[in-house]
């Protein structure tokens, strides 16, 4: 009996190990199923991945396929005076959607998602930027797993069972720490945690939702969710 119990403990122990060491919140496996690929690929459209770039203000016109994705970007400024970094989205009559994917000041390096909700599909981007600038563009079943800890702008994708989390975020000069979830049974986004622009670190329990669902965290500073 005594034996029997040993070898649970450790097989326990050595899970949690592994599932520390690769990152991954263990109410998820690590690989995507196909069936859930396709859900995703589904709701956010496929296309082929594409890459834009710059140094001033642009606007980028999105192809008909590719109204919802995943965008990494990066941003150096031209100077000590011209630090901002915004991306907005634009309607097909050229009006602001209400969502800025981005809004940054000085270097800056995030993952971000665009048109995640069905009803506000942008036609395209307004780059607003003095610097260089780069968007890699994607779709979005093509963003990594939930992970347990990282810095900076994020999206991530959630296919688990609901499960209860704590949600952390430490403050820099960027006051931003907000976790937003999307299910793909809803399409529409809710607010888990925020710091409500009060600069100060976020310690928060959160209920992640059953999945699947798209995670968008917005933080100008380390975060774990646990």
């Known amino acids: ?16 190990v592994v599932s520390s060491l690769v990152g991954v919140a263990p109410a998820q496996a690590v690989g995507m199923p196909a069936a859930m690929k396709a859900q995703y690929d589904h709701q956010y459209g496929t296309f082929t991945p594409f890459t834009k770039s710059g140094s001033r203000n642009a606007t980028i016109v999105l192809p008909q396929n590719a109204r919802s994705g995943i965008i990494v970007a990066t941003f150096t400024p031209a100077d000590a005076e011209h630090t901002e970094f915004e991306v907005h989205e634009l309607n097909s009559k050229g009006g602001p959607t209400g969502s800025n994917p981005i809004g940054q000041g000085g270097k800056y390096t995030g993952r971000v998602a665009y048109g995640t ?8 981007l307004k780059v607003e930027a ?7 563009f994607s779709q979005v079943s093509s963003a990594p797993a939930l992970t347990t800890s990282g810095h900076g702008d994020n999206v991530m994708l959630y296919w688990g069972s609901s499960a209860a989390r704590q949600f952390r975020c430490t403050t820099t000069r960027v006051a931003t720490c907000m976790l937003r979830e999307t299910l793909l049974r809803n399409d529409y986004e809710t607010i888990p945690a925020s710091d409500n622009g009060s600069g100060k670190d ?4 959160i209920t992640l939702s059953k999945g699947p669902s798209v995670l968008q965290l917005n933080a100008g500073s380390t975060w774990s969710i646990r």
Not at 1 to 16: E, I
Not at 117 to 124: G, T
Not at 202 to 205: A, F, H, Q
């Open 1 to 16: 009996m005594r034996r029997t119990t040993l070898t649970a403990a450790l097989v326990v122990s050595v899970a949690a």
């Open 117 to 124: 909700d069905s009803w506000r599909k942008p036609a395209a």
């Open 130 to 136: 003095r610097g260089q600038w780069i968007l890699r």
């Open 202 to 205: 976020l310690s928060k329990r």
